[in-house]
């Protein structure tokens, strides 16, 4: 073969190149692939879901649904940049390799952020404060004041059990989640709770004053009360009155048919008139010209107005020598005590003698007990030495200052018997009286009604 075809073929075959050559495309880009992403949102200690959170990842938003859970669909395959945010909590970012179905959890940590909640507490269906109240959220607490405020400073951002009591009362609980500042009035439980006042000799009582905690309501013209809101629990009812005695009751107010009826008492004076006394006159007079004639028995009782009490004891220079001596003492029946008058009840029972004249000088009065057994005593039944029996010791020796009335404490002497009893006074000297010893009282035929001798019981009812 000729040398030139070789060179002409060769010409060619370097031109055909040469054309191919400039007609080869570049590199092929590979077809692009996309994948999903999901996972739930959860709170990095306790594990819990964090609905509402907000999750963004290449240019798409999704907000976390209540169970916690995310998910982005056609995600480009390749690294992505995750971010989540929620109130309270850091926000979280991370880098996630997409591939064809990527599963990637998330654990949130909570900030530390605090809050305050404020408020008061009232009695439910009302606006009466309950002061004293302790009120307790998370590791924060406090009491309540007067007017029912309580407040409680840097409670940690959390879902808390919020609670209210106090000794006695219903309590109060729930759960609060707190996100910011808040303010909370709590009702405590209560009821309503009515009666009638009334006092067993006067009937209603109007004007008390009935208390039950902070609750406080007065009676009415006809004793009634109603207290529209009770405390539900138990309380220490506390009712008073400027002319009775205070009267307190536990009682427990519940949610319905809440009624208590008081009796109130009040300090009463009975002042009983004596209508039976004499003067008993013991004597040996004969040859005494000034020597007393009063004091006998017979003459004494009925229409005297005096009671006296004369010791005399005289002796004349003789010889041969002559010793006088009179003596006198008087005895009281005591009247019965009223008929609500006894022993539970009383505080005191005297015997109130009013002088009839000035005495010159002090005197002992001795008090015996007398106990009558038969009848009634009258005038001619009593001497010095057959009277009725009395105690062998004296009850009571008190000393009479001139122009002083004489009480006599004479509670012991009533007891269950139902004979009233009786009282000896008399006068005990030693030695010679001279001159003679004299003391003298209104008796119960005084002409003057305010001086005449009265018993006077203290008891209430």
Not at 140 to 148: C, I, R
Not at 251 to 280: C, K, W, Y
Request: negative net charge; charged residues 20%; glycine residues 8%.
């Amino acid at each position: 073969m000729p040398l030139f075809k070789h060179g002409a073929s060769w010409a060619v075959l370097m031109l055909l190149v040469a054309m191919l050559s400039g007609c080869t495309p570049g590199p092929v880009d590979p077809i692009q692939q996309y994948g999903d992403i999901s996972g739930y949102i959860r709170t990095s200690g306790s594990h819990k879901a964090i609905p509402g959170a907000t999750v963004v990842c290449s240019g798409q938003t999704y907000n976390v649904s209540r169970s916690g859970i995310y998910i982005f669909k056609e995600i480009p395959e390749g690294y992505h940049m995750l971010t989540v945010e929620k109130s309270g909590f850091h926000e979280y970012t991370s880098l996630i390799h997409v591939l064809d179905n990527t599963v990637h959890n998330v654990y949130m940590t909570k900030l530390v952020e605090y809050r305050d909640i404020s408020g008061h507490v009232y009695l439910d269906n009302s606006s009466i404060p309950v002061p004293d109240a302790a009120v307790v959220c998370g590791s924060v607490y406090d009491t309540t004041a007067t007017d029912g405020s309580f407040h409680l400073p840097n409670v940690l951002v959390d879902t808390h059990g919020f609670f209210v009591f106090k000794n006695h009362y219903v309590s109060h609980e729930s759960r609060i989640t707190l996100e910011s500042d808040t303010t909370i009035d709590v009702f405590i439980a209560s009821a309503p709770m009515s009666g009638v006042v009334t006092h067993r000799m006067d009937g209603a009582v109007v004007d008390v004053r009935i208390e039950v905690a902070e609750a406080v309501t007065y009676s009415s013209g006809d004793g009634s009360y109603r207290l529209p809101a009770a405390p539900q629990g138990t309380h220490t009812v506390v009712i008073t009155h400027p002319d009775y005695d205070s009267l307190t009751r536990q009682f427990t107010v519940v949610a319905t048919g809440n009624r208590l009826d008081p009796i109130l008492t009040r300090l009463v004076n009975d002042t009983l008139p004596v209508v039976e006394d004499a003067s008993i006159c013991d004597s040996d007079l004969d040859g005494c010209l000034d020597c007393p004639a009063w004091g006998n028995a017979d003459d004494n009782f009925g229409d005297s107005e005096l009671l006296k009490l004369e010791y005399f004891l005289r002796s004349e220079i003789g010889p041969p020598r002559v010793t006088y001596d009179a003596r006198t003492r008087f005895l009281i029946g005591l009247p019965p005590l009223p008929e609500n008058a006894g022993y539970e009840n009383m505080s005191g029972v005297k015997l109130v003698l009013y002088p009839a004249c000035e005495q010159t000088r002090t005197e002992y009065v001795t008090v015996r007990m007398v106990r009558q057994d038969g009848p009634d005593w009258t005038e001619n039944s009593v001497t010095w030495s057959d009277g009725p029996e009395y105690s062998a010791l004296p009850y009571a020796a008190t000393l009479i200052q001139p122009g002083q009335q004489l009480e006599v404490e004479v509670m012991p002497l009533y007891d269950t018997s139902d004979e009233p009893p009786g009282l000896l006074l008399q006068k005990e000297e030693l030695g010679e009286a001279d001159p003679p010893h004299r003391l003298s009282f209104w008796s119960s035929e005084a002409g003057v009604e305010n001086q005449r001798p009265v018993v006077i019981v203290t008891y209430r009812f």
